[in-house]
């Protein structure tokens, strides 16, 4: 195993997907995975998140007898791959061949588990294994790397099986559906799920109840560009009636028929609840682009029967937002070199400062270093001039007074000046400066 310092250097680098080709072509797996600090069996899933080719089981006994295949070449990323990799960042789902079949509509019942896109396969357990929630609000599962759906349990069947459509619909066109990969700065919006919105918001215990989102956002690439999609059920404002116990809805069946003495210690409140009712949300993944489309169905008209008009609407708006996106990138250069040459300026300030200040510490330990010079250079005039009247006194008085100026000697410390000298820092010592070239 590598030692912690190998494994921490490791952990911060990022290595891209040249690199790793490079790299897995060239050393031995095992040999790799420990230059890396993780395992061999985590280094080939982060060869296969990356669709990164590796070589064959006998491939370095075979090259050992000049006996190897050449390597296979690596093929364009394409868009929503990930591209960097490093040992802290969480690593993409693997790219799974979509093999598709004939998909029915959501009406039809329910689709076989092969005709599901990949990433909504296996994910309804999850989905149900969700937080405490009340009766009237939508799931709120534990596991965050999940299609970007927010529904209620009862709807929880339809909307997976519009979303299948959904991404059917891209699929088809040859646009990929994927999670955002994790090494690209991709965000989800700010979705309201209310199907009329309002100025206040009830939703959920005290009304403020919180709706679960995704850890990454599901996108569609239309080309290169990333496209949000989120299939959210809306919610509506109904009246809740507290009935035996627990609320429910003021029109069910339940409440018609209570007699009116059951109906004495209720009261009613308004809360917004599922609807059942589904609307699509597409949107730029990037904080500095703004752009967003809704579609939302109704009572009369379902959601499914708009989705090959939506692929074909987000097909027109792919060149405005590629300009959008041109936009933003090129303020975002700017503004990074802006932010970069204000650091430069902070620092050359930071570095003048410090070199102001270590002048000015440095000229006031001169300063005591004088003064201490003179003090000590004045004792010591003291002490030889006591020496050379002790020279006069009679022996019994110049033997009593020796003893009390050796002890008054003794008591003084240093009288070295050279000492006070040895002891002074000079500015170049207390500081060096950063910016050479900025010294007055």
Not at 140 to 166: C, H
Not at 330 to 341: G, Y
Request: hydrophobic share 35%.
């Amino acid at each position: 195993m590598p030692d912690d310092t190998t494994t921490n250097v490791s952990r911060s680098r990022h290595v891209t997907r040249e690199e790793l080709y490079e790299k897995v072509w060239s050393i031995p797996i095992s040999h790799l995975a420990a230059e890396y600090g993780v395992s061999g069996s985590y280094l080939a899933r982060v060869c296969t998140s990356l669709a990164v080719p590796r070589p064959p089981a006998g491939y370095w006994q075979k090259k050992a007898v000049g006996k190897a295949s050449p390597r296979p070449i690596l093929l364009p990323a394409k868009p929503g791959d990930q591209l960097v990799w490093s040992a802290d960042t969480p690593l993409a789902r693997p790219v799974t061949p979509a093999a598709r079949y004939s998909v029915s509509s959501p009406g039809r019942g329910r689709q076989r588990k092969d005709a599901r896109h990949p990433i909504l396969r296996g994910v309804e357990p999850h989905y149900r294994k969700t937080r405490e929630i009340d009766e009237y609000e939508f799931l709120r599962p534990y596991k965050l790397l999940l299609p970007d759906i927010v529904t209620s349990e009862t709807q929880l069947p339809r909307a997976l099986d519009l979303a299948n459509v959904l991404y059917d619909a891209f699929e088809r066109k040859g646009y990929r559906v994927t999670f955002a990969p994790p090494d690209q700065s991709l965000f989800r919006a700010q979705i309201d799920e209310r199907e009329v919105p309002g100025k206040d918001r009830k939703y959920g215990r005290y009304s403020c109840g919180k709706i679960w989102e995704p850890h990454r956002p599901t996108v569609t690439y239309i080309g290169e560009v990333p496209i949000g999609l989120a299939l959210v059920e809306m919610s509506e404002r109904v009246a809740l009636r507290y009935f035996k116990g627990k609320y429910v809805r003021d029109d069910s069946p339940v409440v018609k028929a209570a007699r009116p003495h059951q109906l004495v210690h209720s009261w009613t409140t308004e809360n917004d609840v599922p609807s059942g009712r589904f609307r699509l949300v597409a949107y730029a993944p990037r904080r500095d682009v703004e752009w967003s489309a809704i579609w939302q169905e109704t009572p009369k008209h379902g959601l499914s029967s708009m989705f090959p008009r939506i692929v074909k609407e987000l097909e027109a708006v792919v060149p405005d937002l590629k300009s959008k996106t041109a936009e933003a990138e090129a303020a975002a250069i700017r503004k990074q070199r802006e932010w970069e040459e204000q650091q430069e300026r902070w620092k050359r300030e930071e570095d003048r400062r410090n070199a102001d200040k270590a002048l000015a510490q440095s000229r006031e330990q001169l300063s005591e270093v004088i003064r201490k010079w003179s003090a000590a250079m004045s004792i010591e005039s003291f002490f030889r001039e006591a020496e050379e009247r002790l020279a006069g006194v009679e022996a019994d008085r110049r033997q009593a007074l020796s003893s009390r100026l050796d002890l008054a000697r003794s008591m003084m410390g240093t009288l070295d000046p050279l000492e006070f000298l040895e002891q002074w820092v000079a500015p170049d010592e207390r500081y060096t400066r950063l910016y050479q070239d900025d010294q007055d």
